[in-house]
Nanobody
Framework: LVSLVESGGGSVQAGGSLKLSCVASRYSYCLGWFRQAPEKEREHLAGISAGTAPAVYADSVKGRFTISRDNAANTVYLQMNSLKPEDTGLYYC??????????????????WGQGTEVTVSS
C-alpha cells in the first residue's frame, strides 16, 4: 500500500500560480496528479517517473503546469502557472504499486490521496 497526502491548494485569481505538494509513504516509480472538476470526469494531468523518461502532461495543462519529484523525500510537486477558472477542482496525487516499473500511463496508477481543493476566480 501507498498512502499519499497532498497540500498547497487554495484560492487564487485567474493568471495566478499555486504549487501543490504530495508526500508518499513509500517509494513509487510513477507519481502523478489528477483533477476532478465539478460535474466532470477525473482527468489525468501529469505523470513523472523516478527514471529519465520525460514527464507527460495533458493537453489542457501543457506549458502551464510542471510536475517534479524529490525521490529522496518521496514527494511530488505540481507547479501551476497561468491558472484559469476551468482549472478549479479537487487535485489528487497518485502512485503506482510499489512493484511497478513500467510506463507511467493513466491506468497504471493504483493509489490516490484525499485531494486538495483549488479554486480559480475570474
Amino acid at each position: 500500500l501507498v498512502s499519499l497526502v497532498e497540500s498547497g491548494g487554495g484560492s487564487v485569481q485567474a493568471g495566478g500560480s499555486l504549487k501543490l505538494s504530495c508526500v508518499a509513504s513509500r517509494y513509487s516509480y510513477c507519481l502523478g496528479w489528477f483533477r476532478q472538476a465539478p460535474e466532470k470526469e477525473r482527468e489525468h494531468l501529469a505523470g513523472i517517473s523516478a527514471g529519465t523518461a520525460p514527464a507527460v502532461y495533458a493537453d489542457s495543462v501543457k506549458g502551464r503546469f510542471t510536475i517534479s519529484r524529490d525521490n529522496a523525500a518521496n514527494t511530488v510537486y505540481l507547479q501551476m502557472n497561468s491558472l484559469k477558472p476551468e482549472d478549479t477542482g479537487l487535485y489528487y496525487c497518485a502512485a503506482v504499486a510499489p512493484e511497478w516499473g513500467g510506463r507511467c500511463t493513466e491506468d497504471a496508477f493504483r493509489y490516490w490521496g484525499q485531494g486538495t481543493e483549488v479554486t480559480v476566480s475570474s
